[in-house]
């Protein structure tokens, strides 16, 4: 991966100190244009390898950006001065696989054996796509984009296991040819698409009735293509129902430093 | 285009004199293993211009891999010593769109105002994909590929014009897009599908009826996909009635020195 920009404050930073200061409590979609946004997961350092080994056996679900050391809430190579305590607009924290909290800010719950993962997030591959021109049928449609559990079931390590969820964006059969090229340069916000064209064959048995997220049509002459989502890795920790855990809450993410187009394989 | 092995005297080389000595009238299909094979259109040089704008306006069909200068049977980039009069082991004669001849030597009929093109051919993106450990129906069952006029029209240049025609291969949505990953590297061999999926969408009304080659089977888990084809280009000139011109026949090729590896996008 690059090296974060350091000339001057990004506009990462600049948005990751207003989220800080408490004055911006909403969604992070389309803040900073072009920078990488990531998915937070924070666990106790006991359940954190076999955690990296659930990741590291599902890239396509659980591309890791970084991984934090113990109880030290910056990602250095994410971005200046990060403070994962404060930095992102809400949290969610779990206790025994139910969410207990929503804070905005978690410094009260900080421990010294907290390791935490940033995890690549489809707005990434997203913002390729459109600058290729191509529609995102959820964005156009002002919904949030369909996902599915699947019959694919993730490589389990140790507590951590469960179906591969996927994220479901219509396209024309040329278009779903030229996503499949433009995503493939991003394997560590998702890569390119893990399916296409026969949703049954994956265990998604209505296309119009996501698990999470809202439907979008598919029209007649679309297929529907989707890509691994990070809606999995959470889905593997709710189901392992850890005595304590904290994670990113809906549309709130990490503001990065790195640029989108950085992430792009040569 | 990496430049033509020096050293010693290749496979391709020691195939095109067995070819040459009039040994080998057979198909070149798995002669010379790894090496960039073409198809070969011959025409009077007062087309060739013409011709050449079709290939650059449709470099998908027709990725022209090398043109001659005028009257000169060699094409020097592809390969040592190639002397395209006696290198390929059948030949179509065509006057004003009819086959009248299929000879295994053209020196009888060679001018000095004759232009000869190599155009790229999916034996080697095949080769590539079988390396990949991807099934290619046509081959495992013995026939020829399936090809398909399409409902998609050729960019126009002077007398050439006509549809697109499409290759199939039979995939499996994950394999379908390894395949898309892998062809897409390829773009002087046809490069990615053109399509998937939804064959009507591109006038294809029947998958096992194809206007070309061999049906194949398409199985219930599979999505048909599909390829620009060299026979495009062929039908372009078949159409357009021309006095005279030579081509490959079907099957037998120009084997170049060139080795498909050497034709990968980085």
Redesign the interface.
Known sequence: MDAVPQSGRSLGHQERMRIRSGTFVGSTAGLAPGNVQANLVILPAELANDFLRFAQANPKPCPVLAVSEHGDPSLPTLGRDIDLRTDMPRYRVWRHGELVEEPTDITHLWRDNLVSFAIGCSFSFEAALIEAGLEMRHITTGRTVPMFRTSIQCAPASVFRGPLVVSMRPR???D??RA??IT?RFPSVHG???????PE?IGIRDIAMPDYGDAVPVEP?E?PVFWACGVTPQAAIAAARLEFCITHAPGSMLITDLRNAALAA?
């Open positions: 024309r059969p040329a779903a040819i499949v090229q493939s390119a698409p893990v399916h296409l064209g026969l064959r002459d297929l040569s």
